[in-house]
């Protein structure tokens, strides 16, 4: 298995471009989501998404979107990328609610992007 | 809300020593708490966590954490530190009513252990 995936793994930006991050997992996991991590900050939730076709919002879903078409892939939109969007962004998953109680959460090795 | 803080963003520690990184969350129910770590330019890694059953939690490496519920913390611990210890370390709780599923973690903004030889 390869774990969770995530492409690129370096991007830059022009202020008011868009792009998509993709993030992939092979462990049939539902549950899978979205952090930044910025310096000084922890990691934030951006969205996640609890099976195909189901997504919500996490702490700071401002400028990004998501969508859930199959359990494999959850892909994050940045719509017209902004400077405050630098960050280093990580997918994550785990079996789902409820059924991950003995399981962690996978991380990817994260996308860094900067926008300029 | 819940909410962890990490007390300290950097600790240095000479090889051999002895590694304690703060954690106090606020919850107003008994939380699911973790410990990850993160080395340079990868995702994060579960280290250890706490689900209600033994208060002193052994994890990998070494580490061991202790949830204090009088003290609303979850510090962890090794006896001594090696140089490959040398990474960030993130505190998280997980809302109780995802009943311990490590979806949607709360994470501490995390701290920086340096290892001196």
């Known amino acids: 298995n390869a774990g969770v995936t995530q492409t690129p793994k370096f991007q830059v930006l022009k202020t008011g471009q868009s792009m998509t991050l993709q993030c992939a997992q092979d462990m049939n996991h539902e549950y899978m989501s979205w952090y930044r991590q910025d310096p000084g900050m922890g990691l934030r939730l951006i969205h996640y998404s609890v099976g195909a076709g189901i997504t919500d919002q996490g702490e700071v879903p401002n400028g990004y979107n998501v969508s859930r078409s199959t359990t494999e892939d959850f892909p994050l939109r940045l719509l017209s990328a902004a400077p405050s969007q630098t960050s280093v962004y990580f997918c994550a998953s785990s079996p789902g609610m409820g059924r991950s109680y003995n399981s962690p959460l996978h991380f990817g090795n994260g996308t860094r992007l900067t926008v300029t | ?117």
């Open chain 2, 1 to 117: 809300a819940q909410s962890v803080t990490q007390l300290g963003s950097h600790v240095s520690v000479s090889e051999g020593a002895l590694v304690l990184l703060r954690c106090n969350y606020s919850s107003s129910v008994p939380p699911y708490l973790f410990w990850y770590v993160q080395y340079p330019n990868q995702g994060l890694q579960l280290l250890l966590k706490y689900t209600s059953a033994a208060t002193l939690v052994k994890g990998i490496n070494g580490f061991e954490a202790e949830f204090k519920k009088s003290e609303t913390s979850f510090h962890l611990t090794k006896p001594s530190a090696h140089m490959s210890d040398a990474a960030e370390y993130f505190c998280a709780v997980s809302p109780p009513r995802h009943g311990g599923s490590q979806g949607n973690l709360i994470f501490g903004k995390g701290t920086k252990l340096s290892v001196k030889p």
